[in-house]
């Protein structure tokens, strides 16, 4: 088994060495019409080797070319801060205007004040955004170095067992093995479950916002597995499409060291960022790790967001730079004609160190520029340093307000882009799919009633409305009609209740009712079927 890995692992080097193409077929891009040898294309497909003991020096080939698991959502480095976030802040109107008005005031012959004055509420402003963007990437870092320690049980080919290691150490062709309510740390193709048939059950809320679960299923051939899944017996080859950001498009075949091919799509996929719901043990091979899974490839990663106040903001300082330059425009002109009146210099023109004096034109030019100094009261920088202090103050009582505190979880409100707070609340179009988007969906047990005994939940015990007794009215007189008067009386709550045991609410409505008929009928609940019949 093992030297056919090998000649495989030969022969795939000949291909990528030759860069002979590769002609796919129409219905299943990834394999090869030639089926009589193993050919694989590096620039269209991934290939992943298993990392265990008999593959491990294939892995080690291949898994290099592959990206780590750690991942990094901050927008600046040491080295990038300062010109990138200077860079940013001068998107605004308002800081061009008071750079430009810095460097005129810097230039001798239109200095009106101190130098070191006109530069202060600029480098206030600046300084005071920089700290607040600063910080905001800083809490980006501690986030993804909290993801990254992590903790996720990894296949340890030295110990033969699994370890727990950090997801940070997670590699392309490692083995996890994730429990119940663990999320999932990246790609991972599923090749053993607890469940007896095969069956994951995920929960999509991170990526989605869905909280009804979803079903995924093992590779075929390895559904029917009596005892605990050997990732040391596992000799396949995986063959799969390159990353990408669709969510719900997965193609790929798993060849066997027999050269027999099992393919699988995305209902085998376990996406990164999911939790495992109703499953006790699920074991998988990792795909897709890192920036390269689906969930991160969506991510278009954080960009600067401007609110609707700096938005109109930015509409103001125009056309108050439009007003300001007409302004000093008339006073340039009217300076230059005030001055062609005189027939001698008049006293207050003060000549240069040669005794000379500017040309009436170049003195207006003069004029127009000092004029800019004199009147940049006009676009108030105080203004900006308010609102910067102001956001400031929204966010520190965002995080401290007791009515936005969850006992629960034992949190409070996070604000993650510090420059939109002004935004929260003002909502002009909703757009709503369904019912449920807006609202949430709590189903809770309220009460039941068997065998004319009632049964109800002290806090949600609430009367709800009962059928029409028509329907029962209808029912030929039997023994069986109490029982089957007592499953109408369950309300919809516990089906609700079990449709978040169960993927299908209405599967989970027939379940719970079997389960009441095989108390009083004496039938025995097997189990369910994962694929409906109907």
């Known amino acids: 088994m093992a030297l056919s890995v090998d000649s495989a692992w030969h022969r795939w080097q000949w291909r990528v060495r030759d860069a002979l193409p590769q002609s796919p077929s129409e219905a299943t891009p990834l394999l090869s019409q030639e089926k009589g040898?193993?050919?694989?294309?590096?620039?269209?497909?991934?290939?992943?080797?298993p990392n265990n003991s008999m593959c491990h020096q294939d892995w080690a080939e291949v898994s290099r070319r592959y990206s780590g698991n750690r991942i990094c959502t901050t927008k600046y480095t040491f080295l990038t801060f300062l010109p990138q976030n200077l860079f940013e802040q001068f998107h605004r109107w308002a800081n061009l205007y008071f750079l430009f008005l810095v460097i005129l005031n810097w230039m001798p012959s239109m200095e009106v004040f101190h130098r070191e004055i006109t530069m202060l509420p600029l480098a206030i402003v600046l300084f005071i955004i920089m700290v607040k963007d600063g910080m905001e990437d800083f809490k980006r870092h501690r986030f993804d170095r909290e993801i990254n320690c992590s903790n996720i049980w990894i296949y340890e080919r030295k110990e033969r067992s699994y370890v727990q290691k950090c997801w940070k150490d997670v590699r392309v062709g490692d083995f996890i093995q994730m429990q119940c309510n663990e999320i999932i740390p990246?790609?991972?193709?599923?090749?053993?479950?607890?469940d007896p048939s095969g069956i994951c059950h995920l929960e999509t809320a991170n990526l989605d916002g869905e909280t009804n679960l979803k079903q995924r299923r093992v590779v075929k051939g390895f559904s029917q597995q009596d005892v605990q899944f050997e990732p040391e017996h596992f000799c396949n080859t995986i063959v799969c499409e390159k990353p990408n950001n669709h969510l719900n498009k997965f193609k790929g075949y798993m060849e066997h060291p027999d050269q027999t091919r099992t393919g699988f799509g995305s209902e085998s996929l376990l996406l990164?960022?999911?939790?495992?719901?109703?499953?006790?043990?699920?074991?998988?091979?990792?795909?897709?790790?890192?920036?390269?899974?689906?969930?991160?490839?969506?991510?278009?990663?954080?960009?600067?967001?401007?609110?609707?106040?700096?938005?109109?903001?930015?509409?103001?300082?125009?056309?108050?730079?439009?007003?300001?330059?007409?302004?000093?425009?008339?006073?340039?002109?009217?300076?230059?004609?005030?001055?062609?009146?005189?027939?001698?210099?008049?006293?207050?023109?003060?000549?240069?160190?040669?005794?000379?004096?500017?040309?009436?034109?170049?003195?207006?030019?003069?004029?127009?520029?000092?004029?800019?100094?004199?009147?940049?009261?006009?676009?108030?920088?105080?203004?900006?340093?308010?609102?910067?202090?102001?956001?400031?103050?929204?966010?520190?009582?965002?995080?401290?307000?007791?009515?936005?505190?969850?006992?629960?979880?034992?949190?409070?409100?996070?604000?993650?882009?510090?420059?939109?707070?002004?935004?929260?609340?003002?909502?002009?179009?909703?757009?709503?799919?369904?019912?449920g988007t807006l609202t949430e969906n709590k189903m809770v047990f309220r009460r039941c009633t068997i065998m004319g005994s009632e049964y109800s939940?002290?806090?949600?015990?609430?009367?709800?409305?009962?059928?029409?007794?028509?329907?029962?009215?209808e029912l030929p007189c039997s023994p069986k009609r109490m029982v089957i008067k007592d499953i109408f009386l369950v309300p919809t709550e516990v089906?609700?209740?079990?449709?978040?045991?169960?993927?299908?609410?209405?599967?989970?409505?027939?379940?719970?009712?079997?389960?009441?008929?095989?108390?009083k009928l004496s039938f025995v609940h097997k189990g369910y079927q994962p694929s409906p019949v109907w």
Request: glycine share 6%.
């Open 457 to 473: 939940h002290q806090e949600n015990g609430m009367r709800v409305p009962m059928p029409s007794p028509l329907f029962l009215n």
């Open 186 to 194: 990246a790609d991972i193709l599923l090749l053993f479950s607890s």
């Open 37 to 49: 040898r193993q050919s694989y294309n590096l620039t269209q497909q991934r290939v992943v080797f």
């Open 272 to 435: 990164r960022g999911c939790t495992i719901r109703n499953t006790e043990v699920a074991i998988g091979i990792v795909i897709y790790a890192g920036h390269e899974t689906k969930a991160m490839l969506n991510n278009s990663g954080p960009r600067y967001k401007r609110s609707k106040i700096e938005r109109r903001m930015n509409t103001d300082i125009f056309f108050c730079i439009g007003l300001l330059f007409l302004m000093c425009l008339i006073g340039a002109v009217g300076h230059r004609l005030w001055n062609g009146t005189f027939e001698e210099h008049p006293p207050f023109d003060v000549p240069d160190a040669n005794g000379s004096f500017l040309p009436l034109a170049l003195g207006g030019f003069y004029m127009f520029l000092t004029m800019i100094i004199l009147l940049q009261v006009l676009i108030p920088v105080s203004l900006y340093v308010s609102i910067e202090l102001v956001k400031l103050g929204q966010v520190f009582f965002l995080h401290n307000d007791l009515d936005l505190y969850d006992e629960k979880t034992d949190l409070s409100i996070q604000c993650r882009a510090l420059n939109i707070t002004e935004d929260l609340g003002q909502i002009q179009y909703v757009f709503s799919d369904k019912t």
């Open 495 to 519: 089906s609700w209740l079990c449709g978040r045991l169960l993927p299908v609410s209405l599967r989970a409505s027939l379940s719970i009712s079997s389960v009441l008929i095989a108390c």
